[in-house]
């Protein structure tokens, strides 16, 4: 099966920075979407970014201006950049992989605090 493997995260204080990666063992090449969400304790999973083979993007309200989503299609991985950090940022992120079937990494944790 597709596995997802997330790295990145950590602790960055507000107005900060972090880059999370997220590499996928495979992908459909005929169509994918692959990205992030994200879910605080007591908190709904939301969408923070997400991008497709044909280059179309969708970020979530809280985060747009302030992250960027970009892949590196021959090494099957997705990166998020975050600037501006906020404290209401901080949350378990977790890869997401959809073709025919959904796939979702382990998350990594992001905290911003000062």
């Known amino acids: 099966q597709v596995q997802l493997v997330e790295s990145g995260g950590g602790l960055a204080p507000p107005g900060g920075s972090l880059n999370l990666s997220c590499v996928a063992s495979e992908r459909n090449p005929n169509y994918w979407l692959m990205g992030w969400h994200r879910q605080a304790p007591g908190k709904q999973r939301e969408l923070v970014a997400d991008i497709t083979k044909l280059g179309t993007v969708m970020y979530g309200d809280p985060v747009k201006g302030r992250f960027s989503i970009s892949t590196d299609n021959a090494k099957n991985t997705v990166f998020l950049h975050m600037h501006d950090l906020k404290p209401e940022d901080t949350a378990v992120y977790y890869c997401?992989?959809?073709?025919?079937?959904?796939?979702w990494g382990q998350g990594t944790q992001v905290t911003v605090s000062s």
């Open positions: 997401y992989l959809q073709q025919s079937r959904e796939y």
